[in-house]
């Protein structure tokens, strides 16, 4: 039973976090350096969860090519800076990581 008033609390919290964006929207104004801070947060978070698992899968560091998980962020990586697309970032990770993987 705990669990499920852990969930609903999660519920309610994210919820009138969302709705005030909603409902206030239109009267908030952050400040400028604030605004730019914020656009870094998506990467941020993103790195935040890619990271350990592409450095080690196992739970030790593994920094050999045979690491799938660190080959297909590196090719992600690459990919999406050199072209600046998401979708194909991700989608020739995918394959790297699965050609790697039945290698």
């Not at 609903?8 to 009267?27: D, E």
């Not at 605004?35 to 592409?54: E, F, N, Q, T």
């Amino acid at each position: 039973m705990n669990h499920a008033w852990l969930i609903v609390g999660m519920l309610a919290a994210t919820l009138l976090t969302r709705a005030s964006f909603l409902i206030f929207g239109h009267k908030l104004a952050f400040p400028r350096w604030l605004d730019r801070a914020l656009h870094y947060v998506p990467a941020a978070v993103l790195s935040a969860l890619v990271a350990p698992m592409a450095l080690a899968p196992q739970g030790q560091i593994d920094l050999s090519w045979r690491n799938a998980y660190l080959v297909g962020t590196l090719v992600a990586v690459a990919v999406a800076w050199k072209h600046g697309k998401t979708l194909l970032a991700i989608s020739v990770s995918f394959v790297a990581y699965g050609l790697l993987r039945w290698l």
